[in-house]
């Protein structure tokens, strides 16, 4: 397919060394060539970079370098120059309005990867992980990403779609030459059993998934414990072992979720840490209901006692409440001594004034979540949460196929679900992807990707 020419700024707004203005389509080449001063780039090979300066009209607006990439071999398989400028936001729009002027489109958000992908380069799942690298925050989302990029989502679900093919071409052939002789005979007895090993791998995919999207989503986290056992101040230890990735995301969360930090390749998304601050009586003032409601939020509990002395009511009520929680009990001040005894649950202890136990705490929070032992590399497939609702549709129509087949019911009627479930796995590498879905997934995207 042929598309037009699309132009977008790739690099971030704002001043910086370099702007990357880019350019993609049919007409890429001709219309930089007439504004280009320098090689005539519709003589350029492809992958080559050439030095010149960026003139409209009477204007120059730049001194650039300008690199081709000729169809197929580019980002989007189409022509695609990319123009190297000095930093400033104001040249990257001039440079941008004058390709308007000459015949170029503004890119919609996403469309230079969109294109990518419907003109068969990438699938929907790789798609998805160049926007999982860009917002990748910790070596192990990274990783995430890149293995999704470099297509291992996508040879394990056509791997497991090659599967369902074979018994519904079976049952197909069987039923459309049922005096065939060759044609394998396809009873309930024979799809059962093929179709437990698929949805067992399926279980087992999405069960591993859960610390993919942990990885990729962060874990929401809330310090919890009553006043003056130290919350503040664990706070503190655990944003100085990384001061530089807190930021401020309150809105784009629906205001609960405060700052971010990174833990033991695992980032925390900390919800209502300013609450902390200014709840130090987090019992009595502000009452257990809004302590509820910011434990029926978390995927992680930090409670924090103080391990210096004995536990009060308070603290009593703060472990009942947090029980049914993912919880990590947290014993600080350890380096006034250790009065402290809590049930027969462990105690991680730390002393977040001197900076003790911190590198355990950590590690208590990589075992819970990703297990003990756990290498990414080989566990994390699926960490899209898109992917994984996709993988309950495909697990959903398997375990109804199971319930008709063992039911005796008729083989074409056992055959709609197997159907079901091959088309909920080609909607993950968008196989079978509606418009809508396309546009929806695209829209996510930074302009000018
Ligand atoms: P919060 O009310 O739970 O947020 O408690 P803060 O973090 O404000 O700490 C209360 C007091 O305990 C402060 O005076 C801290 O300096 C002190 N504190 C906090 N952590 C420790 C610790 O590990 N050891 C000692 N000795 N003091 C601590």
Redesign the pocket.
Known sequence: MIYDTIVGVATAVGYSAINVVRLSGVDAIELSSRVFKGKNLLLADSHTVHYGFFRYGDETIDEVMATVFRAPKSFTTEDVVEFSTHGGPYIAQRIVTAFLAIGARLAEPGEFTRRAYLNGRIDLTQAESIMDLINAKTATQLALAHGSLSGTVRAAVESMQAELLDIIAAIEVHIDYPEYDDAEVVTNAIVISKVELLHAKIREAIERSVSGRIIRDGIKTVIV?K????????LNSLLKEDKAIVTEISGTTRDLVEGELRLGGLLLKLIDTAG??ET?DLVEKIGIERTKKALSEADLVLL?LDSSKHLTPEDEILISLTEPKNRIIVG?????GGLLHVLEETIVP?????GIGIERLEQAVRDKFLGVGYNPSEQALFGNVRHIGKLEEASAALSDVLLAANAGEPIDMVEIDLKRAWHALGEITGDVATDDLVTALFAKFCLGK
């Open positions: 414990g006043p003056n056992v130290g919350k503040s101040s664990l902390i601050r130090t924090v600080n001040k350890v380096d006034l730390v002393s977040a004034k001197t």
